[in-house]
């Protein structure tokens, strides 16, 4: 078996509340670190740029969907990415974007909003993408 | 090259098509490929879903001044949507299964929707 680190990007499509492709993103991305690989980035798309909402209140006892993504940065540092086109259309904003539409800022922090040149930097530079 | 498989229809904010646009921006050559549903991103008769918005045909038909014109619609779908080639934006190829294995084959990255 080669031990070639290989880099990925993963997208996300999916709601974070509707589906578990997000939880199912975090056991590859842990899978992954643990097997020395390295993660590029995690790109936030369409309905799965709710999993960076920070004012998210989960049922006693369960999780936000964001909280096992700040656990998994103590692993490794990669970027949490929402679509920023995408995330605005949904009502979330970081300080920013805010400030320029008189909204209360809602992005949790350790997430960052950007732009759709991230995942094509993305095509170029990972050498798998994995869309979940 | 990277590949853009749409198989869900069109919605009311094209998330999928601004990806495509980004890449072609961003000259990554994208080329997209239409599966079931999908295809509909690709029919002349398609309005917009929302008031104000862009109807999905018209938002391909600009893909072309990005040199993005490589658009690929199943053959078999094309047919169980009872729909022909003329009922399509006219730079879209219509391929059989086995070419569509060769366009993923021959992708660097595809990436589904």
């Excluded at chain 1, 880099?7 to 993103?25: D, H, K, R």
């Excluded at chain 2, 294995?101 to 595809?110: E, F, G, N, P, T």
Aim: hydrophobic content about 40%; proline content about 4%; glycine content about 6%.
């Amino acid at each position: 078996m080669s031990s070639e680190k290989i880099s990925y990007t993963l997208i996300l499509t999916q709601s974070p509340i509707q589906n578990e492709s997000n939880l199912t993103a975090q056991s590859l991305v842990s899978a992954l670190i643990d097997a020395g690989d390295t993660i590029d980035r995690v790109f936030f798309y369409q309905d799965a740029v709710y999993t960076g909402l920070k004012s998210q209140i989960p049922g006693q006892g369960l999780e936000t969907s964001y909280q096992g993504w700040i656990a998994l940065l103590e692993k490794q540092s990669f970027p949490l990415q929402l679509c920023i086109a995408n995330s605005l259309r949904r009502g979330i904003h970081d300080e920013a974007e805010a400030n320029r539409y008189s909204q209360a800022a809602n992005l949790q922090q350790g997430f960052q909003l950007s732009g759709l040149g991230e995942l094509a930097e993305a095509c170029l530079s990972s050498d798998r993408i994995i869309r979940l | 090259m990277n590949l853009i498989i749409v198989s869900t229809g069109p919605t009311p904010d094209l998330e999928p098509i601004e990806l495509l646009l980004a890449l072609a921006a961003f000259e990554q050559n994208p080329k997209l490929l239409l599966l079931g549903p999908g295809i509909y991103h690709a029919n002349l008769l398609q309005k917009e879903k929302k008031p104000q918005g862009k109807a999905a045909g018209k938002v391909l038909a600009v893909l072309p001044m990005y040199d993005c014109d490589e658009i690929f619609v199943s053959q078999k779908d094309l047919a169980q949507l009872s729909l022909t080639k003329d009922d399509l934006q006219s730079f879209c190829q219509v391929v059989s299964d086995d070419e569509i294995k060769q366009l993923i084959q021959h992708s660097k990255h595809c990436v589904t929707f």
